[in-house]
């Protein structure tokens, strides 16, 4: 077998970040479900932790340059989980964007080389937008 790129904690990061984000989906789609909701923000989170590891994660939240989405996410999974969940995903996505934004570009040039994903990357509207966010680049957030 070949080597491994990441490690099992890694794989279990990725295998976390993606439930707590289907989790968040299907909340959201339940409207609003606020169970589905906390679960997925929960999910999220350890999946982030296993990722890259605790003490990075601290700094990666506590950066002078993410401090605002730091306040704006975790202020959102709070609001979920005291019940207000419309207005705790609105904060959500907003510290989410502000915090993950940066890889964006990168999310798209990979899943462009993904077939069924690439065909919708290429739609005549998605395609216009997924070049402007790629030409606002400014490299990687880290």
Known sequence: MGETWISEHQKIGVLLTVCGLVFTLFGMLLLFDRVLMALGNLLFLCGI???IGPWKTIVFFRQGN???GSICFLGGVL???VGWPF???IAET???L???GGFLPYVIMSMRQIPLFGYLLRLPGIS???DYIMASSKGLPV
């Open 49 to 51: 932790l296993f990722l």
């Open 87 to 89: 207005i705790g995903i």
């Open 94 to 96: 907003y510290g989410f």
């Open 128 to 130: 216009q937008l997924c």
């Open 66 to 68: 993410n401090i605002l």
């Open 98 to 100: 502000k915090l993950f």
């Open 79 to 81: 609001l979920v989980v």
